[in-house]
């Protein structure tokens, strides 16, 4: 069974950074796109940023500039780093990847969260 696992979330003040990050495990036979979506309370979950196999990158408008996104296709493993976080950052952070697997073939998978508080 494949699994995502985020870590890195925590609690930062405004201006500081976070770097979150995101590994596949499991039985992966390649990984198509990457994607991080955020859900604050009371909101819907909406996408952040997006990454293809290639390392083409789409970020949503309120964090261009702020954040970057990549990848390690060797690790299985994709990144978020977010700079001047602002208190409207705060949310649980959500990775999600398009992959194929030796068992079950190509499906998307859901990591479990991770919580980003931006507040003094």
């Known amino acids: 069974q494949v699994q995502l696992v985020e870590s890195g979330g925590g609690l930062v003040q405004p201006g500081g950074s976070l770097r979150l990050s995101c590994t596949a495990s499991g039985a992966i036979f390649t990984i198509y796109e990457m994607r991080w979506y955020r859900q604050a309370p009371g909101k819907q979950r909406d996408v952040v940023a997006v990454?293809?196999?290639?390392?083409?990158?789409n970020y949503a408008d309120s964090v261009k500039g702020r954040f970057t996104i990549s990848r390690d296709n060797a690790k299985n493993t994709m990144y978020l780093q977010m700079n001047s976080l602002k208190p409207e950052d705060t949310a649980v952070y959500y990775c999600?990847?398009?992959?194929?697997?030796?068992?079950?073939?190509?499906?998307?998978?859901w990591g479990q969260g991770t919580q980003v508080t931006v507040s003094s």
């Open positions: 999600y990847a398009d992959l194929v697997t030796t068992t079950r073939g190509r499906y998307n998978v």
């Open positions: 990454i293809t196999s290639g390392g083409s990158t």
